[in-house]
């Protein structure tokens, strides 16, 4: 039996709130008093929303704001169970932690650091009483592990309102060590701190990842199992992840590091990155990567826009900001893995056009479905990246297609966040896995086993296949169908059909899908065709927000 799941989801809602009245808790943080009937159980267009709930002491909302001042062009579209980020030019979000929730009140506490700058610290600093703010979440709440003798909580002045409602809710009877990084000493708060309890204040620069690794550092290790929270800066808490990890070697299950916000660096000038010595040509960089001319030329639009290369006229490549923070060890440290391998297969973008295969296939001379069923770490990777798809399922479980089903059949690396939904929404079907070409032991290390999972492929009521298609060629995805056209005669395809409206890469979302698998992005209207091939008629779509839909298949 795997141990229990690490969050817990919610419904995604879109909600109305107005100002009630806004504090000052100290010079360096602003506490904006929010109500509205929304944070109760409500209804907007004919569909029924539950009153809003955010349990978990770091649980966060998405507000919404817009850079030309018309939110109401900003906003998602409300999904029955599910929100969906239509594109809008000028939409602004952030994220922000619920510092207190008192529905008997009908209040939401949310806490901004003055720092002079961004959208969010702006909008608090004007509002007034009666200013109306629309937000969506929390998606999950963290669910702490049972049983620990004492928690470390790390941040900085961003992590003081999740470490603030922790002190004063207490979700584990347990004592707290907590360790905040300021810029000021106003910054300081009064916390909620019991017998047993510690706080470290440090003066620090935000974003220093030099002073946050060595105050974790200089923290005593409690006796006993414990776990360690952290929030501050992305980049400043890379050295502290590898310390507990690696140096501590804490389980991957006693640790919850979260980048809650990314410090830009301002570009260096063109001039100082052009200066020192002669560029490389097109040619020269790809003789030295063995790879073809056309294919990096193809890339370098993507790879200037995003100042990872400088192509400077007359005086050739070198690399720009981005490309020598890719070269820093924290950076590189990142940079590894999956994504960085289906990344560098760009290269092969005009070659696999040319000869109708993918990039990745020219790349590694296998397609990714063949590479990754014979590779457990890679499989496991993509179990990870399908992990928020759990967050976007409720629309399917919800769905009437589940009445009277007695057993599902899973495949794909979706599965382990479908078997999840499930549990989330009381659907209870005895479960099938079947994963053509991915080892049994390696399908068990990534996937939940409770009671009712049978690890042998059979007849089901339905089948489900939760992102596998994303990793497979048509042909790959032709045989697929037609293996489960063999086991069921319903199928649902869990597949993102068009790009997040909410990504700044949408734009790429095209280009990363043919270089894993030779085609397109898939709309409906493309696995359709793919369906029909394998001896199905599509039935009807259910969006489920954030570009995701599921294809419901009946075989024809």
Request: hydrophobic share 45%; charged share 25%; proline share 7%.
């Amino acid at each position: 039996m795997a141990g229990r799941r690490a969050y817990t989801t919610h419904p995604l809602v879109l909600r109305r709130v107005t100002v009630r009245r806004v504090e000052e808790v100290t010079p360096r943080m602003r506490r904006v008093v929010l109500g509205g009937g929304d944070l109760a159980a409500f209804a907007r267009d004919g569909i029924d929303h539950p009153g809003f709930a955010a349990p978990g002491f770091d649980d966060h909302i998405k507000l919404i704001l817009a850079a030309d001042g018309d939110v109401r062009a900003a906003l998602p579209a409300q999904l029955p169970h599910g929100i969906e980020w239509t594109p809008a030019e000028h939409r602004l979000t952030r994220d922000y932690t619920p510092r207190r929730v008192d529905l008997d009140a009908g209040e939401l506490h949310l806490d901004f650091v003055v720092h002079g700058d961004g959208p969010a610290e702006s909008w608090s600093a004007a509002a007034r009483e009666g200013d109306e703010l629309w937000f969506v979440g929390p998606k999950s709440s963290l669910r702490l592990p049972e049983r620990l003798d004492w928690i470390q909580l790390v941040g900085d002045e961003t992590a003081l309102p999740a470490i603030g409602r922790f002190l004063d809710e207490r979700p584990l009877d347990v004592p707290a060590h907590v360790l905040v990084t300021v810029s000021d000493d106003a910054a300081r708060q009064e916390l909620a701190l019991r017998e047993g309890d510690t706080v470290t204040w440090v003066l620090a620069e935000p974003g220093d990842a030099a002073a946050l690794e060595s105050a974790v550092r200089a923290l005593p290790v409690p006796p006993g199992k414990g776990y360690v929270w952290a929030a501050a800066e992305s980049r400043a808490l890379l050295p502290v992840r590898r310390y507990l990890q690696r140096e501590r070697k804490l389980p991957k299950d006693w640790v919850n590091i979260t980048g809650y916000w990314h410090r830009e660096e301002p570009a260096a000038p063109e001039a100082e990155a052009t200066a020192d010595a002669p560029g490389l040509s097109v040619d020269a960089l790809a003789t030295r990567l063995g790879v073809p001319g056309p294919g990096i030329a193809t890339l370098l639009p993507l790879l200037t826009a995003y100042d990872v290369v400088i192509d400077a006229e007359g005086s050739g490549l070198r690399l720009g900001a981005a490309g020598e923070e890719l070269l820093d060890d924290h950076e590189r440290e990142e940079y590894t893995g999956h994504e960085a391998e289906l990344l560098l297969a760009l290269a092969h973008v005009a070659p696999a056009l040319r000869d109708g295969t993918s990039p990745w296939r020219l790349a590694s001379g296998a397609t990714l479905h063949d590479t990754v069923a014979h590779d457990a770490e890679r499989y496991g990777e993509l179990v990870e990246e399908c992990e928020q798809l759990v967050f976007l399922l409720a629309g399917l479980t919800a769905d009437p297609l589940w009445e009277g089903v007695k057993t599902c059949l899973l495949t794909g690396p979706g599965s382990a966040s479908m078997a999840a939904a499930l549990d989330d929404a009381g659907r209870r079907p005895r479960l099938r896995i079947a994963e053509e070409g991915v080892p049994g032991e390696v399908l068990r290390g990534h996937v939940p086993a409770p009671d009712r999972i049978d690890w042998t492929a059979g007849p089901a009521d339905v089948a489900v296949a939760a992102k596998a298609l994303a990793y497979r060629t048509d042909e790959e995805a032709v045989h697929l169908l037609t293996r489960l056209a063999e086991w069921t005669g319903t199928a649902v395809l869990v597949e993102a059909s068009r790009p997040d409206g909410l990504s700044p890469h949408a734009a790429e979302a095209a280009l990363h899908a043919f270089t894993a698998t030779g085609s397109p992005l898939r709309d409906s209207a493309a696995l359709a065709v793919l369906a029909e091939r394998s001896g199905w008629r599509v039935e009807r779509t259910v969006a489920l927000g954030w570009g995701a839909e599921a294809t419901v298949l009946r075989r024809a």
